[in-house]
């Protein structure tokens, strides 16, 4: 079992979020606030609030006592995909929010892409939708406590990410 505060982040404004240390586990949805978008017709985007963000994560740290060099941050890598750009680009800027917050928090972070940690936690042959229904189900079975949420978002993948973290580091 790792010793660091280990911070797993489903990347983008509908991901997870989790922070573990040891059998303590806070897990919450990425904080996001709406605005209009740069574009003069109306058009409402989802963006990071990174005041919200920062908030959490430091208190997480505060809770676990624990200084930066002590944490690791492990970022899920976005969604770049040309045929679908309003995702890429909303996934680009939630990357750069996040790692903007990380940054002011001096937490050291790292990318892993989501095959990697699902190899290991999720059952194989998985694929798709049903990824999401698999991380939901494996999440509520590990961490029963957060089960009302994984439920409502319908997935775990922040603590999930958290989770196969604790186990590497």
């Known amino acids: 079992m790792s010793d660091k505060l ?3 982040i489903d990347n983008g ?5 989790a ?5 303590n586990v806070m897990f919450f949805l990425t904080p996001v606030k709406k605005e209009q978008n740069y574009v003069k017709k109306k058009d409402l985007i989802n963006r990071v609030d990174v005041n919200e963000l920062k908030l959490k994560l430091s208190s997480a740290m505060a809770t676990a006592g624990k200084q930066p060099q002590e944490c690791l941050a492990i970022l899920e890598r976005p969604l770049v995909n ?3 750009f309003k995702a890429t680009l ?3 800027r939630a990357l ?3 790692i903007c917050v990380l940054e002011s ?3 050291p972070y790292m990318y892993i892409d989501s095959r990697e940690w699902q190899r290991e936690i999720l059952p194989k042959g998985c694929e798709g939708e049903e990824l ?3 991380s939901a189900d494996i999440g509520c079975r590990l961490y029963p406590q957060w089960a009302e949420l994984i439920r409502k978002h319908k997935d775990a993948d922040g603590l999930l990410i958290a989770h196969w973290g604790s186990l590497h580091f």
Not at 13 to 17: A, F, K, S
Not at 19 to 23: I, V
Request: proline share 4%; charged share 20%.
């Open 6 to 8: 280990i911070i797993g």
């Open 90 to 92: 909303s996934a680009i």
């Open 105 to 107: 928090l001096n937490l």
């Open 96 to 98: 750069e929010a996040t």
């Open 82 to 84: 040309p045929t679908r």
């Open 132 to 134: 999401k229904k698999v």
């Open 19 to 23: 922070c573990k240390d040891g059998n």
């Open 13 to 17: 404004v509908t991901g997870t979020i």
